[in-house]
């Protein structure tokens, strides 16, 4: 009896990758044990199995970086809870800067910090050079060192929530496909599945790359769009090590960290590939798409620049896999303004390792208690509004959003691609007068 498909659960979440997952286990940690989490393939298939794993706590709101925070701490006491090994492991990072605009920007996230109660140094190249060993430092102007930052291994990372979960009461459905959310009167009352409907109080739309399409089933704005990401993984070079700290190099777009004795070298390219146009496949579970070693080549170029050595490296992977990016860089929390009782967590932007665990908890928090429990209004799916939902006009946003990770933070930047896309009734006289447009709201 056990086996048999439930008909209705207190909460139905939708997608078993590192977010719904975490959103269950800390649902039975607030005491919600009727709790189903139902996943199309396998556990931590679609984007989650491909992430590479950085662990980075700093963020520009300093809620945001107490979630990472969190989520560092989680990820260190899990395996000793679950038995399952996470692969986290706390070997601190370390970001340089090639000019002095970088290095100011650097300082500035090194008070924003401290502020925060994140450990960090402005340290020297030479310093830098200590910790790093395999890179050159003659172009470099300087560093800082977080200790506190990391790395996990995705996968099994949300092995270990689901079994929490499971633990703590929670039901884990594989093979199911979601076809429809039930409604009345405004509000989310189940699921539709391939197995037959489950109704429930409360439905969490973490999806991941098909969560758009899920909040379509239902009339909700999910606006998110996904992006090519690539990366490469070298075999053994000389001077690596188990415990050689992540680094990035915004100036050069790139980041590395350790891996058998090898490099994981990816980076966010100034403009990025979008893929999916015509809908994300279903079956499109553990799957990568082709290599494109022409969209890599600046991110390459960067990298020989960095570490000489991987010149005559081998080459044993190219990873391309898509992850899903939002309008503004900002992950998707939070109950959806169209839909009473429906809430979603996506779109995290090739952050979703690094937020899972704070952003399951917060997510999880704000369903116990119906309203959140902390400012999250930087990622709450609420600042967006339905004409942010538009195909075309998300497709050429995140060619640009994906590329802001390590671009310079220029005070007051303002997005050049899909505008003018709402214009006001006197755009036209302001326009032919030399006006500087600034864009709100669209």
Request: proline share 6%; net charge negative; charged share 20%.
């Amino acid at each position: 009896m056990t086996n048999q498909f439930p008909t209705q659960a207190r909460v139905v979440i939708v997608g078993g990758g590192i977010i719904g997952c975490s959103v269950a286990y800390h649902l039975t940690k607030l005491g919600w044990t009727d709790v189903v989490l139902l996943e199309q393939g396998q556990l931590s298939g679609g984007t989650t199995w491909h992430a590479a794993g950085l662990v980075g706590q700093l963020r520009s709101h300093s809620n945001m970086t107490s979630l990472i925070k969190y989520s560092t701490q989680l990820y260190g006491e899990l395996e000793a809870e679950t038995g399952l090994a996470t692969g986290w492991k706390n070997c601190g990072s370390l970001s340089v800067a090639r000019t002095a605009d970088r290095m100011t920007v650097l300082k500035r996230t090194a008070a924003s910090a401290r502020a925060q109660g994140v450990d960090i140094d402005v340290i020297s190249p030479k310093e830098a050079a200590d910790l790093w060993p395999v890179m050159a430092t003659d172009d470099l102007v300087g560093a800082v060192w977080l200790p506190g930052d990391g790395k996990a291994n995705p996968t099994d990372l949300t092995q270990s929530l689901a079994k929490g979960a499971r633990n703590g009461g929670a039901k884990i459905i594989e093979r199911v496909r979601v076809t429809g959310i039930s409604q009345r009167n405004g509000v989310a009352c189940g699921v539709e599945t391939d197995r037959g409907n489950i109704a429930a109080e409360i439905v969490v739309n973490c999806a991941g790359q098909w969560a758009r399409k899920v909040g379509l089933m239902c009339g909700v704005s999910v606006p998110l769009h996904s992006a090519e990401h690539m990366y490469i993984v070298t075999g053994r070079i000389e001077g690596v090590h188990p415990d050689l700290p992540v680094m990035r190099d915004p100036d050069g777009f790139i980041y590395f960290k350790e891996e058998v004795g090898g490099l994981v070298m990816g980076g966010f390219e100034p403009h990025a590939k979008p893929w999916g146009m015509n809908g994300i496949p279903e079956n499109f579970e553990f799957a990568l798409l082709p290599d494109d070693w022409d969209q890599f080549e600046i991110l390459m170029e960067n990298a020989l620049v960095r570490v000489p050595q991987l010149a005559e490296a081998e080459v044993k992977k190219f990873y391309n896999g898509p992850e899903s990016f939002t309008p503004d860089n900002n992950f998707l929390l939070g109950e959806a303004p169209e839909l009473k009782n429906f809430y979603v967590g996506a779109g995290f932007n090739s952050m979703g390792i690094a937020s899972a665990g704070g952003a399951g908890r917060a997510l999880a928090e704000w369903i116990v208690n119906a309203a959140p429990t902390m400012d999250l209004w930087p990622v709450d799916i609420r600042r967006f509004a339905p004409f942010n939902n538009n195909p075309r006009w998300l497709h050429d946003r995140v060619k640009e959003t994906l590329g802001l990770h390590y671009a310079m933070p220029w005070p007051n930047r303002e997005l050049d691609t899909a505008r003018p896309f709402r214009r006001s009734p006197l755009y036209d006289r302001l326009a032919a007068r030399g006006a500087c447009f600034g864009s709100k709201m669209g």
